[in-house]
T-cell receptor, first 111, second 116 residues
Framework: DAKTTQPPSMDCAEGRAANLPCNHS???????VYWYRQIHSQGPQYIIH???NNETNEMASLIITEDRKSSTLILPHATLRDTAVYYC????????????FGTGTSLTVIP | SQTIHQWPATLVQPVGSPLSLECTVE??????LYWYRQAAGRGLQLLFY??????ISSEVPQNLSASRPQDRQFILSSKKLLLSDSGFYLC???????????????FGSGTQLSVL
């Protein structure tokens, strides 16, 4: 069962920051938040993950609220190639590592 | 380096026929292995995951089964396909090797299955 909720779609102007929200209100203390994206008919691509601190890498930034019930993925300067479905995932560590994907947010970057 | 192989890329099968999709991982030992399915226009649904040889956990009751006969081999099977089994099937692995750069789920390129 998905443990996250995301808006189904968003638009962003090319060159502007894209801010993708995610709610994970039932997250447990040792569960990480991951973000992946998927371009049509390809395997999802890893973007970033975090536990409670904000994280940044060459692709994006991840902002996690202090109560950890929500997070935001930030693509600082969106390009047309960033058009994809973005998934927010909680990694559950019970007898292994389970990654439950929700329905994701379809981001369209507009020229 | 680590790689994941999944085949075939495309498969068209008649209703009632058997299915076998194979996935192999290279460059890592004892990874967690996963099968996901994605129906058209939908998100990814976790079908099975495995933490070791012969250890399979099923997430949803269905017409499919999974097996892990070797450490880095994961097989998705069905005895009789249904129309509802159509979809995009993805194999994935989570390496348990030491190192923070490995704390990711890595996906194969997927199999597009059409049951007619």
């Amino acid at each position: 069962d998905a443990k996250t909720t995301q808006p189904p779609s968003m638009d962003c102007a090319e060159g502007r920051a894209a801010n993708l929200p995610c709610n994970h209100s039932t997250i447990s203390g040792n569960e990480y938040v991951y973000w992946y994206r998927q371009i049509h008919s390809q395997g999802p691509q890893y973007i970033i993950h975090g536990l409670k601190n904000n994280e940044t890498n060459e692709m994006a930034s991840l902002i996690i609220t202090e109560d950890r019930k929500s997070s935001t993925l930030i693509l600082p300067h969106a390009t047309l190639r960033d058009t994809a479905v973005y998934y927010c995932i909680v990694r559950v560590r019970y007898g292994g590592n389970q990654f439950y994907f929700g329905t994701g947010t379809s981001l369209t970057v507009i020229p | 380096s680590q790689t994941i192989h999944q085949w075939p890329a495309t498969l068209v099968q008649p209703v009632g026929s058997p299915l076998s999709l194979e996935c192999t991982v290279e460059g890592t030992s004892n990874p967690n292995l996963y099968w996901y399915r994605q129906a058209a226009g939908r998100g990814l649904q976790l079908l099975f995951y495995s933490v070791g040889i012969g250890q399979i956990s099923s997430e949803v009751p269905q017409n499919l089964s999974a097996s892990r006969p070797q450490d880095r081999q994961f097989i998705l099977s069905s005895k009789k396909l249904l129309l509802s089994d159509s979809g995009f099937y993805l194999c994935a692995y989570y390496p348990l090797d030491r190192g923070t750069t490995n704390e990711k789920l890595f996906f194969g390129s997927g199999t597009q299955l059409s049951v007619l």
